[in-house]
């Protein structure tokens, strides 16, 4: 079947929030009580793709790396990691209010959207003297007037009262972790002392993070409530930018691997480095708003390990088991966030073309993220000797595949529907299956490719491993 593409296909956040919410990718969180800013729900297609994209990058960071081990650390932790860490003094950014809508904005963003440059490392005065100087041309993203308040810095991290009982809790609050790395800090001499891995060696981890973002946007790419997948590695002081260097080409080199054209990624150095980190650059993505940060990779010193031995008064040293030296392991860092990954992939993959003569919107997922990687069809639905075959054929696939079984319409408008989703094959079961017509055909399917639209027979025996 011919297939033409359609001039490369403008991606827009309307194309992609639309199928996301029209197909159960992704639903606005609380919807039915109106909405709460910055909270969304994967739906059961975008569960499916979350789940994938978390196993291809744990695959990557886990499975295939000798010396990178995996943790599952807790959300909420003694509330001194995080005085620790920093975050309880300064994990802030810049907040600017408009006088006229009250609407609360990131004044390094309104600063960005005329170009000029600021962030949340500078300081309160810094910041405010940059803002004064643009005042005229900066405009609320609301009620578009020209009236803000001073600028002031925001604390993120969100607070609970987790274990604390008393009236006044917040006194002595708990926080929710604003990022999942110091959960790894926390347990990397347990990893050290329970396992059989050595400087340098890595933790991995996924899970929620949260922050109280001020104006939370661009749909999942600043959530509230968000998942990161990080890894931390342990590494000897005078190894770290060269390590470093390494795992900066392996991060932009996992993307291309995915499937990802690589004119769509690129790195952006921080100008502005924190005062611990030796180098950060960004992997960003082009999003249909523009070239934005998916990844950071990031040379974090001994920073993390020397604030938590001070706070927590336990000695984090390693000893070299060959020279006997001792010393703070220096930290090279990689961390993405699963949401951004997940809009990145819907705008990489998301596609509309001309087959044989009908426009559709097709998502071209690599096999291991599609959703659903093979739906199975009986050719008539009032036909129950073939619905028999097709529950067969579902069973078998469905025990090495996630599967879908529809035997809803006709047979185009069914893989129009998978198109939509990304399910790379559909498997139709029709009277040759059933050996009416020509017995050589009897026990076989025809499988139809999404991408080309062609169609082949394979015997039903062979199509577990025809599929992978
Ligand atoms: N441990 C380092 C760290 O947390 P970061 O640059 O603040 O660094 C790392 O965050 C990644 O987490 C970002 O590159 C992004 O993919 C993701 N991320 C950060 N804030 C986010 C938010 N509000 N919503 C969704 N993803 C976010």
Same mark, same amino acid.
């Given at each position: 079947?011919?297939?033409?593409?359609?001039?490369?296909?403008?991606?827009?956040?309307?194309?992609?929030?639309?199928?996301?919410?029209?197909?159960?990718?992704?639903?606005?969180?609380?919807?039915?009580?109106?909405?709460?800013?910055?909270?969304?729900?994967?739906?059961?297609?975008?569960?499916?793709?979350?789940?994938?994209?978390?196993?291809?990058?744990?695959?990557?960071?886990?499975?295939?790396?000798?010396?990178?081990?995996?943790?599952?650390?807790?959300?909420?932790?003694?509330?001194?990691?995080?005085?620790?860490?920093?975050?309880?003094?300064?994990?802030?950014?810049?907040?600017?209010?408009?006088?006229?809508?009250?609407?609360?904005?990131?004044?390094?963003?309104?600063?960005?959207?005329?170009?000029?440059?600021?962030?949340?490392?500078?300081?309160?005065?810094?910041?405010?003297?940059?803002?004064?100087?643009?005042?005229?041309?900066?405009?609320?993203?609301?009620?578009?007037?020209?009236?803000?308040?001073?600028?002031?810095?925001?604390?993120?991290?969100?607070?609970?009262?987790?274990?604390?009982?008393?009236?006044?809790?917040?006194?002595?609050?708990?926080?929710?972790?604003?990022?999942?790395?110091?959960?790894?800090?926390?347990?990397?001499?347990?990893?050290?002392?329970?396992?059989?891995?050595?400087?340098?060696?890595?933790?991995?981890?996924?899970?929620?993070?949260?922050?109280?973002?001020?104006?939370?946007?661009?749909?999942?790419?600043?959530?509230?409530?968000?998942?990161?997948?990080?890894?931390?590695?342990?590494?000897?002081?005078?190894?770290?930018?060269?390590?470093?260097?390494?795992?900066?080409?392996?991060?932009?080199?996992?993307?291309?691997?995915?499937?990802?054209?690589?004119?769509?990624?690129?790195?952006?150095?921080?100008?502005?480095?924190?005062?611990?980190?030796?180098?950060?650059?960004?992997?960003?993505?082009?999003?249909?708003?523009?070239?934005?940060?998916?990844?950071?990779?990031?040379?974090?010193?001994?920073?993390?390990?020397?604030?938590?031995?001070?706070?927590?008064?336990?000695?984090?040293?390693?000893?070299?088991?060959?020279?006997?030296?001792?010393?703070?392991?220096?930290?090279?860092?990689?961390?993405?966030?699963?949401?951004?990954? $997940?809009?990145? #992939?819907?705008?990489? &993959?998301?596609? %509309?073309?001309?087959?044989? @003569?009908?426009?559709?919107?097709?998502? /071209?997922?690599?096999?291991?993220?599609?959703?659903?990687?093979?739906?199975?069809?009986?050719?008539?639905?009032?036909?129950?000797?073939?619905?028999?075959?097709?529950?067969?054929? $579902?069973?078998? #696939?469905?025990?090495? &595949?996630?599967? %879908?079984?529809?035997?809803? @319409?006709?047979?185009?408008?069914?893989? /129009?529907?998978?198109?939509?989703?990304?399910?790379?094959?559909?498997?139709?079961?029709?009277?040759?299956?059933?050996?009416?017509?020509?017995?050589?055909?009897?026990?076989?399917?025809?499988?139809?490719?999404?991408?080309?639209?062609?169609? %082949?027979?394979?015997?039903?025996?062979?199509?577990?491993?025809?599929?992978?």
């Amino acid at each position: 079947m011919s297939t033409e593409s359609t001039t490369p296909t403008a991606v827009t956040m309307d194309k992609i929030t639309a199928l996301c919410k029209r197909r159960g990718f992704v639903f606005a969180g609380s919807e039915i009580y109106g909405g709460f800013v910055g909270s969304f729900d994967y739906g059961p297609y975008g569960v499916e793709l979350a789940n994938n994209i978390k196993a291809a990058w744990w695959q990557a960071m886990v499975q295939h790396e000798r010396n990178i081990v995996g943790l599952d650390s807790a959300i909420v932790t003694h509330p001194k990691v995080w005085e620790a860490s920093g975050h309880v003094g300064g994990f802030s950014d810049p907040l600017v209010e408009c006088r006229e809508c009250n609407t609360r904005s990131r004044a390094d963003h309104l600063l960005e959207e005329i170009d000029v440059f600021a962030d949340e490392k500078m300081s309160v005065e810094e910041i405010n003297q940059v803002f004064d100087a643009h005042r005229d041309k900066l405009v609320c993203p609301k009620c578009g007037q020209k009236n803000f308040g001073t600028v002031r810095q925001f604390n993120l991290l969100a607070q609970t009262n987790l274990g604390n009982f008393s009236e006044d809790w917040s006194k002595e609050p708990a926080y929710l972790r604003g990022e999942t790395c110091q959960g790894i800090y926390l347990n990397y001499k347990n990893v050290l002392d329970s396992s059989r891995v050595k400087v340098p060696f890595g933790i991995a981890q996924i899970g929620k993070a949260f922050r109280n973002e001020i104006a939370p946007r661009q749909y999942i790419f600043r959530k509230r409530e968000f998942e990161q997948m990080e890894m931390q590695m342990f590494v000897p002081p005078a190894e770290e930018m060269s390590i470093y260097e390494i795992w900066k080409q392996k991060r932009m080199q996992y993307y291309v691997d995915l499937g990802f054209k690589p004119e769509n990624l690129r790195f952006h150095e921080h100008e502005n480095l924190v005062f611990y980190a030796k180098a950060a650059f960004d992997i960003e993505y082009k999003f249909p708003f523009g070239f934005k940060e998916l990844e950071g990779v990031h040379a974090r010193g001994n920073y993390d390990l020397t604030q938590h031995q001070t706070f927590s008064g336990v000695s984090l040293e390693y000893t070299d088991p060959y020279t006997n030296e001792k010393y703070l392991p220096h930290v090279v860092e990689t961390s993405v966030g699963l949401d951004r990954t $997940f809009l990145a #992939v819907m705008t990489e &993959f998301y596609d %509309e073309d001309n087959l044989g @003569g009908e426009t559709r919107t097709v998502l /071209r997922f690599p096999f291991k993220l599609a959703p659903i990687k093979v739906a199975v069809f009986p050719l008539l639905k009032n036909r129950p000797e073939l619905v028999a075959k097709a529950e067969e054929v $579902f069973a078998l #696939v469905s025990k090495h &595949f996630r599967a %879908e079984f529809d035997d809803n @319409g006709n047979v185009g408008k069914r893989y /129009r529907r998978q198109d939509e989703i990304g399910t790379p094959y559909c498997v139709t079961i029709d009277f040759d299956t059933l050996g009416e017509e020509n017995p050589v055909l009897k026990d076989t399917v025809t499988i139809r490719h999404r991408d080309t639209g062609e169609q %082949e027979r394979v015997a039903i025996a062979d199509l577990a491993n025809y599929l992978k």
